[in-house]
């Protein structure tokens, strides 16, 4: 039986190493060439073909996640989010998406990681 993949992308982050700057926006949002950096992990697991996401978040950003990504429905992907209430590690954010993953394979992704290349394998 093929299980379905799903992928988990880590954005729970605070960037203090990027202070002042994420004083007042989250690193995820920085831009990177024109878009913010949040949306080249998105690209890559689009590029695999995978539907299901999950965003691991922090609070104060909840909401700027959801007004950028919604639901996923404008971009044909099912995207659903959960709150890391503290920076505790990748660990205990891939853990904070435990229920979405159950029963499935995941690909992790990290929200500030950016690869680039051609001939992404398909899921």
Known sequence: MIKTIKAIILAGGSGTRLY???NVINKHFLPIYNKPMIYYPLSIVMLTGIKDVIFVVNSQDLEVYRKLFGDG?????????VVQEEPKGLAHGLLMA???ARGNNV????????????????S
């Open 73 to 81: 429905s404008q971009l044909g992907m099912n995207i659903q989010y």
């Open 98 to 100: 435990e229920a979405f």
């Open 107 to 122: 690909c992790l992704a990290l929200g500030d990681n950016n690869f680039s290349g051609t001939d992404f394998p398909k």
């Open 20 to 22: 002042p700057v994420t």
